[in-house]
């Protein structure tokens, strides 16, 4: 509730999604929620939303460098409702670029390729492809600001939906994703649309807007990390997000905003932006949660909770294909809680350490790296860790901070925080912050530090 420049938080609610007609399941919640917070006349001014509908959109990048494309592209997608499905570049021939896009039929061609003031024929080449496969794509040209009118023109000419935003590698430094996430969230839009009562959705959203959740999360981080015009924010954080699919790690660095180009060096070789991302998409507790058991193995998952025994090691085999198979399972007994825990762990601990740095063990005369030397995302001196999710959620605090304490207890070669502050989203709200933050920055923002108790 929004009165007088601030915000109150009166209450949640949820009900299981209506996939035939999601207006219904809406209806559930709005009903849920009037019970929860005992006011049944209770009316919205206004409306924000957040959606996971849809899948994804199927994307393809296109650019120059593999490497620099793949970052690019990969940074663009995460947290934009879009999945990378295809990344081509020059060393492509042309007759097999149209190949692949013919064969995905992409909804959105991300068309990168040059820093500004340099390479220009690599996207030309790319934009004449794009029209030859004759796919009904929208194309986001995020390439060399001095080749995209050329292109824009093109695309025009053979009638194909384009957008034009910046540069998405405008030095071989820096990254500038915003704009191309941003178009990508108006295509997730329209397509979400087309689901069965998500249109009538979008009409009762006082902006028109409805975000890819993870966006959301990714927005509430990034507005708690750096703060307003008007109050200073809170620093380097974590924000843990582990679901029922995936396990998401986001880590906001605004300390790395003011480094020099030098210190950044190239950005294909490092992750020094200050927002970053990563999705384990094989890691979660009831979709994927076979694949946490592949990818640790039965036996060092249940050592994080003090199991052993092939018997239990069989138990979690069958209890994880079973939740696999029936999501919407919640754990009753004693021993399903402490696997899932295990889970959780493990899922955590993987994720963290995919998502950091690590200390090199080797000489690399080339890099001149020696060992002991910093690699990658340094998260040593991260002092806020946020735990989103509906283990979380559905668990004691008590319970939630040993999940992450333990995640973070073995780092390793790693570069992860150090004895850091744990907080647990309890009332999964991080996605909503980053909803409202942005047409409420400031009300949001104390809202929040007011929420996790960092006043």
Not at 159 to 179: C, F, G, Q, S
Request: glycine share 10%; with cysteine; hydrophobic share 40%.
């Amino acid at each position: 509730m929004r009165e007088k420049g601030k915000l109150t938080y009166l209450g949640r609610a949820q009900t299981p999604t209506t996939v035939e007609n999601i207006t219904v399941g809406l209806q559930n919640a709005k009903y849920n929620l009037t019970c929860a917070i005992d006011l049944p006349d209770f009316a919205a001014d206004e409306v924000y939303a957040a959606s996971s509908a849809a899948g994804g959109l199927r994307m393809v990048a296109m650019g120059f460098m593999p490497r620099v494309t793949a970052k690019a592209a990969k940074e663009v997608a995460m947290s934009a409702g879009a999945r990378v499905l295809e990344i081509l570049s020059h060393e492509d021939k042309p007759g097999f670029k149209v190949q692949v896009l013919r064969e995905i039929n992409p909804d959105i061609i991300l068309l990168a390729g040059g820093t500004d003031g340099g390479d220009q024929e690599s996207i030309l080449e790319n934009t004449q492809v794009i029209v030859e496969s004759k796919v009904n794509a929208v194309v986001i040209i995020a390439g060399n600001s001095a080749a995209q009118p050329k292109v824009e023109a093109i695309l025009n000419n053979s009638n194909i939906k384009n957008v034009r935003v910046a540069n998405v590698m405008p030095t071989i430094h820096e990254l500038k994703v915003k704009p191309a996430r941003q178009a990508i969230h108006e295509q997730f839009i329209r397509q979400i649309t087309r689901a069965k009562g998500l249109g009538k959705l979008k009409e009762n959203v006082t902006n028109g807007k409805v975000i890819p959740t993870p966006g959301a999360v990714l927005l509430g981080a990034e507005l708690l990390a750096a703060g307003t015009h008007n109050a200073g924010g809170l620093g380097d954080l974590l924000v843990l997000d582990i679901g029922g699919a995936t396990t998401d790690v986001h880590s906001l660095l605004p300390s790395l905003g003011e480094l020099p180009d030098e210190e950044k060096g190239l950005v294909i070789n490092n992750e020094k932006q200050v927002s970053y991302r990563t999705v384990e998409g094989n890691l979660g507790l009831r979709v994927s949660a076979t694949g946490i058991v592949e990818t640790a193995g039965p036996e060092a998952i249940l050592q994080k909770v003090g199991l052993s025994g092939k018997e239990n090691w069989q138990r979690l085999i069958s209890y994880a294909s079973f939740v696999e198979k029936n999501p919407e399972h919640i754990s009753t007994s004693e021993e399903e809680k402490m696997f899932d825990e295990a889970m959780a762990i493990t899922a955590l601990e993987i994720a963290l350490k995919r998502h950091a740095g690590y200390l090199a063990r080797e000489y690399d005369p080339i890099l001149g790296v020696t060992p002991g030397t910093p690699i990658g995302r340094d998260l040593r001196k991260v002092k806020l860790v946020i735990g989103v999710g509906g283990i979380f959620t559905h668990s004691s605090l008590e319970k939630s901070f040993r999940i992450i304490e333990k995640a973070l207890s073995n780092p390793g070669i790693s570069l992860l925080p150090h004895k850091p502050q744990i907080i647990i989203d309890k009332n999964y709200l991080m996605y909503a912050i980053g909803a409202m933050g942005e047409i409420y920055p400031n009300e949001t923002f104390e809202f929040a530090k007011e929420y996790f108790s960092l006043q």
